[in-house]
Each structure stands twice: as C-alpha cells, then as structure tokens.
C-alpha cells in the first residue's frame, strides 16, 4: 500500500510541474536519478557516457514533461533513457553490439572468487548471445527489476509477450547454463588444486 | 534467497509448474543474471551538477517563455508595446490584476451559481484523471508492493515477501453529508485579450480559425522579479520568482541548488510554521491577492514521509542507523479552498487550495500557485446513503486502494481513524477540451494512532460519497488474494496504451 500511495503522490507532483511549478521537478529528479542512471551505466560500461546519457535523459524528460499523460512515469523516463542508449550506439558504435562491451575483467565490479566469476562469464556469455530483443526483457526484469507492464511499455510491446519471452528464455537457459556452470566447477576445483 | 528471486520464481512456475524441479538451479541462474549487471555509484558531485543544470534550463525555459508566450510566435515586436499596454488593461480589467473579489450566494470569496440535477454528466465515466493519483480509472489498476510485485485483483502475490494488510478501523455512527458536486469554471475569459492583440503587427489575426490567447505572463523589470502567467486554459494565475544574475551567487546557490541534494538545510534552519505562515500571509497582503475563501492556512510536511514513521520516529538507513533527515529548500504553505464552509482536500487528504511557497534559506516567496476565482456550478447527484457501503471504502483506506485479503504470511496492520469531517475532494478530469476541476462530496477521516514503527504514506482516508463513484469502486481497489502459488495468468491490461511514452 505504501509505495502505491507514494505514486499518488507521484503524480501530484507531476500534476503540479504540468500546471506550471516546474520546480518541482527535482522530486522527480532526486527520487529517479540513481536507478536511471544505473540502467545506463550497466548498458554502456563507461562511467562518462553513462553521465552525459543521464543529463541528455533528464533534459529531454523536463522538455517532454508537459505532454506526459497518464500511466507509469518510471516507464516514460526509463523508454526515454532506452532511446537515449540507443541513439548513442547508432551515432558512435554503429558496428558494435551493446551487450559486447561489457567486460567483466576490467569492470568496477567487486572482485569475485573464482567459481563466482567462471559462472558469471558463463552467463554473460549466453546473453551476450541471445537475440537482442530478448536480452532487453531479461536485463529490465533482473537487472531493472521492472514489473512486466512497465517492460512491456518501455519495448512497446504486449505484457503477455514480454512475460512468454522471459519465460521461454530463462527456461533455455537452464539447460545451456547447467552444462556450463559444471564444467566451471571442474575448472574450480582443478584450479584449486594446482595452484 | 531474496524477495524478488522469489517473486520471479513464482512468476516462472506460474507459466510451467514443473520447473519447481529445478528451483535450486534456477535461483543459482537467476541470482546470476542479476550479479552480471555492473555496480553503478553515481557519483555525488556529477548528481549535484546535473540538478543545478535542470534547474537552470528549467529558469531559462520560464524566461524563454515569456517572451514566446504571446510576441515571439507573432514576430511583432515594434507593435508589442501598445498591443502589451491593451492587454494589460484587459488583464486589469477582468482580474483587478490578481485581486479576486468575487461576490454571490455562498459567502465572501466564493461564487456558486445552480444548474439542473447531474449536469455534469457521469463522473465515474469517460476518460478522466484523478488528481492525486493521475491513474485512469479502469480495471487494470495494480498495486506495488515492495519493489517488486505488481498485481490486480486477480493476481496471487508472493507471500514469503512482507504482506502487510492494513484495516483501517473507525467505530463510531456515520453520518453521511448531503451535499452538491460542483465544477469550477475556468471563467478567465479571454476573448476581449484577443481582440486586444488583433491588429498588432499588422497580421489579420481574423484569418486564423478559432484563434486564442492561451497564456500571457507579465514580468517585472528589474532583478529578481516576479513574473505572472496567467493560465486561460486552466484559469488560473501562476506567480514565480525569476532568479537573474543579480542574486548573490551563494545565496542562490544555497538557495536553489545544493541543499536539496546534500542535505544542508538542518532543523534547526527551517523556519516554525507560525514563520513560514506569516511570510505567506505578508506577501499575499503585499500583492493585493485575496484570501476570501480561503481557510487556515497549513505548511505541507509530506517531504517527511520517506524519512520518519507516521509516530514521527526516524527511518533507519541502515541498521541502526537512522537516516539524516533532509529538508527541501522550498517548502509550501497551503491556503486550503473554503467552499459552502467546507474544506477542500485533494485525494490523499492533502488541503487543496492555493499554494505559497517559501524558501528556507532566504525567506522570500518564490511562488505562488492556483490563484484562481472561485467560481463553481453546482449540481446534485444521488449520494451515497448506505453506511455499512461507505465503511467497507474507508476500512480499506480509501475508494482505490488494495488491501490483501486476511491469510498465512499476511500481517494485519489496524490503524484508528478520528471522527470524519464532511468535505469537497479535488477529482481533476482529463477530457479532450482540457482540465475539468469537480468538487466531490465527501467524507475525510483523519488518522488518528498507527502503530509504533509503521510508517504510512497518508495523513486521511477520502472517500467520495457520490454514489457512482462508489459503486465503481466495486471494480477498483478492494482485495487482493494472496496464495502460495501464483495464478496462471495476470491480466493481461492494455500496457503502454495512453502513456506518456506514447507521446515521445
């Protein structure tokens, strides 16, 4: 009940910046701005560009404010964040796949042990493979952790079609994962023996 | 194992039961999807600048405003000062600038005329937006709950997440109000302005269809003035301080840029609300603006939701911690609307009226928000008479609220509400020719004792007593069913249909 309250609040808010009182869109802004940017820097690797797509995101978002309707504003802003990710592959990497640049090597990310990172490279492996449209809802569900209406809004396409992708997806994965992540065990444990 | 690997657990089985085979496998594979996505800190100074650039472009694009608002389009400048002097003189004409001294049958301030029995159509009908909680009222309302669970009514949510039924308990006898709806009229009207501006420049404004004058804002000359932008579509006045240059730079920086990001603004800065009230009071005294019509005015403390429990004690941050409770740096003095000697709430409980806000730092005003005639229609509509009905409303908090049905994993939270008092709730429509205010009958139960480290995220149960909008409620809100195991399907809704993303 508390977070849906909050949302009628939410929207109050926006109520107000459309009626005029702009400044309140740093509500907006300060409630937002950590997981937008969050979904950008896990898409981009790149702390610099995740901050220029984070103001170009938030600038439009103000711009675009006054026609906003009705429905989930984190959708709207997260469908404006997409486009801006988008728009940013096509204008400076068009050859490059935006799933290819995440490299878990050299990422910030907190050191893992071994096993850990065998199975993470596994993983990133198989998205990286996965058809593009499919990764996208497996990446809002579990990184995003967006609600499937939500997805279905920022993809444009139905709820009952993202939830059968995810579906269909994580239960092919099971199967190619299973065989991997063994196979990482048996590395683990000579690794661990040898060295 | 966490609550969203559970909720997307129950998500899978729902779709293919027999993959509970495999749930140890699956929460490995799923929790490392999850830790495949890069850890992002934002940094604190970049997320600083970037809320001082928004407020910047946000100055700028009010200044830029005001001069495309009526001019620019036109390209009239050399005729803009005597089209400029016309139209002020309409503006001071019909609006004794902001002064509203309206006259009429239901006291000082107010002015209702009477219309036919339900003139205003069906208020449960038609594409419409409520005001506090801009959803569309159809079936397809969800809830959140955590971060994580999105369901309707029909939908089972995990319950090994926290599931919390809150049941919010008034004893007493009802006593139901018998009231009129009314609808403000947006009677700014604006055709002599047109007609002001019709020659300037030398274009035939005759040849445009249905041409008219949706805003016009007035600035001051001079440093730090004021502008007013008057609304004709939503008829009402809008009164916002415009920063220049001439400023001093820490003031406004203190003022407008880094307290609401880094929390320098302390208790101890924050004027009492006897001060900020009195500052409100002051400057609408100064500007001639009218408090007829208006009640006691009241400092809105709901910036202090997401940082202390309802009992007032501190959040924790993290364990033990408690959170550094922030203060914006503009906080709003609400002049709640006084109509036929009800108060006017917004859908949350919230007082609706017109808003003064004042800056912490400085003391200074920096807007003022609904200025606005209070001129309504009124109209009669069949109200709700049936108690026990009503009360089913209120013990769920409110006419679209969702409270989970009692069941194992599911904790009931009773919160007590104090006697009701009759009012207006604020339901703001959506139709195609614009916004449409009615002032719903209804009945605000104040809360009055929540449990010790329960923090809820209103201050009143509002429930509308217009009988249509009740028993459209049997399709809203209500219950929600919570089982072990998820249902086959969610309703499939219709996402994206009317979002904003649609507009981009």
């Not at chain 1, 801006?84 to 592959?89: C, E, G, M, S, T």
């Not at chain 2, 830029?64 to 002020?88: E, S």
């Not at chain 2, 859908?347 to 928000?369: F, R």
């Given at each position: 009940m508390s977070a849906h309250t909050y949302r009628m609040d939410e929207q109050a808010i926006i109520a107000d910046c459309q009626a005029g009182r702009m400044d309140r869109f740093g509500e907006l802004y300060d409630e937002y701005v950590e997981r937008i940017y969050a979904f950008i820097f896990s898409r981009t690797?790149?702390?610099?560009?995740?901050?220029?797509?984070?103001?170009?995101?938030?600038?439009?978002?103000?711009?675009?404010?006054?026609?906003?309707?009705?429905?989930?504003?984190?959708?709207?802003?997260?469908?404006?964040?997409?486009?801006?990710?988008?728009?940013?592959?096509?204008?400076?990497?068009?050859?490059?796949?935006?799933?290819?640049?995440?490299?878990?090597?050299?990422?910030?990310?907190?050191?893992?042990?071994?096993?850990?990172?065998?199975?993470?490279?596994?993983?990133?492996?198989?998205?990286?493979?996965?058809?593009?449209?499919?990764?996208?809802?497996?990446?809002?569900?579990?990184?995003?952790?967006?609600?499937?209406?939500?997805?279905?809004?920022?993809?444009?396409?139905?709820?009952?079609?993202?939830k059968m992708t995810f579906s269909r997806t994580i239960r092919e994965m099971r199967g190619q994962i299973l065989i991997s992540l063994m196979t990482g065990l048996i590395i683990t444990l000579a690794y661990v023996t040898f060295y | 194992m966490s609550p969203f690997t559970k909720q997307?657990?129950?998500?899978?089985?729902?779709?293919?039961?027999?993959?509970?085979?495999?749930?140890?496998?699956?929460?490995?594979?799923?929790?490392?999807?999850?830790?495949?996505?890069?850890?992002?800190?934002?940094?604190?100074?970049?997320?600083?600048?970037?809320?001082?650039?928004?407020?910047?472009?946000?100055?700028?694009?009010?200044?830029?405003?005001?001069?495309?608002?009526?001019?620019?389009?036109?390209?009239?400048?050399?005729?803009?000062?005597?089209?400029?002097?016309?139209?002020?003189?309409?503006?001071?004409?019909?609006?004794?600038?902001?002064?509203?001294?309206?006259?009429?049958?239901?006291g000082a301030g107010v002015t209702i005329s009477r219309v036919g029995a339900e003139a205003f159509g069906n208020l449960s009908g038609g594409e419409r937006q409520s005001f506090a909680s801009g959803q569309s009222l159809t079936k397809t309302t969800a809830l959140v709950i955590g971060e994580d669970a999105v369901a309707s009514r029909t939908t089972v949510i995990d319950p090994s997440s926290e599931v919390k039924r809150y049941e919010f308990v008034y004893t007493n006898v009802l006593t139901l109000p018998n009231l009129p709806v009314l609808r403000r009229q947006s009677n700014l009207a604006r055709s002599s302005l047109t007609s002001a501006l019709a020659n300037a420049g030398g274009l035939n404004l005759e040849s445009f269809t249905n041409l008219q004058v949706d805003a016009v804002t007035l600035t001051e000359n001079r440093e730090d003035g004021y502008s007013l932008t008057y609304n004709f579509q939503e008829g009402t006045v809008y009164l916002n301080r415009q920063f220049g240059a001439g400023i001093e730079t820490s003031v406004r920086e203190t003022s407008l840029l880094a307290p609401d990001s880094i929390g320098q603004i302390r208790a101890t800065d924050v004027p009492s609300d006897a001060e900020l009230i009195s500052i409100a009071n002051s400057f609408?005294?100064?500007?001639?603006?009218?408090?007829?019509?208006?009640?006691?005015?009241?400092?809105?403390?709901?910036?202090?939701?997401?940082?202390?429990?309802?009992?007032?004690?501190?959040?924790?941050?993290?364990?033990?911690?408690?959170?550094?409770?922030?203060?914006?740096?503009?906080?709003?003095?609400?002049?709640?609307?006084?109509?036929?000697?009800?108060?006017?709430?917004?859908?949350?409980?919230?007082?609706?009226?017109?808003?003064?806000?004042?800056?912490?730092?400085?003391?200074?005003?920096?807007?003022?928000?609904?200025?606005?005639?209070?001129?309504?229609?009124?109209?009669?509509?069949?109200?709700?008479?049936?108690?026990?009905?009503?009360?089913?409303?209120?013990?769920?908090?409110?006419?679209?609220?969702?409270?989970?049905?009692?069941?194992?994993?599911?904790?009931?939270?009773?919160?007590?509400?104090?006697?009701?008092?009759?009012?207006?709730?604020?339901?703001?429509y959506q139709l195609g020719d614009g916004t449409h205010d009615y002032l719903v009958p209804a009945l605000i139960f104040p809360i009055a004792k929540v449990p010790a480290g329960e923090t809820l995220y209103q201050t009143a149960v509002v429930v509308p007593l217009v009988k249509e909008l009740l028993d459209q409620a049997g399709g809203l809100g209500g219950e929600l069913e919570v089982k072990p195991l998820p249902a086959e399907t969610l309703p499939s809704g219709e996402p994206g249909s009317g979002d904003g993303a649609a507009n981009q």
């Open positions: 690797r790149h702390r610099e560009t995740a901050q220029d797509l984070t103001s170009t995101t938030w600038l439009k978002a103000m711009d675009r404010l006054p026609s906003f309707k009705r429905g989930s504003f984190q959708a709207w802003l997260y469908t404006i964040a997409r486009h801006a990710v988008i728009d940013y592959y096509r204008t400076n990497r068009p050859a490059e796949d935006l799933a290819a640049r995440i490299d878990l090597a050299s990422s910030d990310q907190v050191e893992h042990q071994v096993a850990d990172r065998l199975s993470l490279q596994k993983v990133q492996t198989w998205l990286d493979q996965l058809p593009s449209d499919r990764r996208e809802i497996i990446q809002l569900r579990l990184w995003d952790q967006l609600p499937f209406r939500e997805i279905a809004t920022i993809t444009g396409k139905s709820e009952a079609s993202c | 997307i657990l129950a998500e899978l089985y729902a779709d293919d039961p027999s993959l509970q085979a495999q749930e140890a496998e699956l929460i490995r594979m799923i929790e490392t999807v999850i830790a495949t996505r890069l850890a992002a800190q934002l940094n604190i100074a970049f997320r600083h600048s970037l809320r001082s650039q928004i407020l910047r472009a946000v100055s700028d694009r009010a200044e830029k405003k005001k001069l495309t608002n009526v001019f620019m389009p036109m390209r009239i400048w050399k005729y803009a000062a005597p089209a400029a002097v016309i139209a002020i003189a309409v503006l001071v004409w019909q609006f004794d600038v902001i002064k509203f001294t309206p006259s009429g049958p239901s609408l005294a100064d500007h001639g603006i009218s408090r007829k019509g208006l009640g006691r005015p009241v400092v809105r403390k709901d910036y202090l939701f997401n940082q202390t429990t309802t009992t007032g004690e501190k959040l924790m941050a993290v364990e033990d911690q408690p959170v550094d409770l922030y203060y914006p740096s503009d906080l709003t003095v609400v002049y709640p609307w006084d109509v036929n000697g009800q108060t006017v709430v917004d859908e949350s409980g919230y007082a609706y009226g017109l808003n003064v806000i004042v800056n912490v730092v400085t003391n200074q005003v920096t807007s003022v928000s609904n200025i606005t005639p209070l001129t309504f229609q009124s109209s009669d509509y069949a109200l709700e008479t049936d108690s026990e009905k009503t009360m089913a409303v209120v013990s769920r908090g409110g006419l679209y609220n969702y409270q989970p049905e009692p069941a194992e994993g599911v904790s009931t939270v009773q919160i007590t509400l104090g006697a009701p008092e009759s009012g207006y709730v604020l339901i703001r």
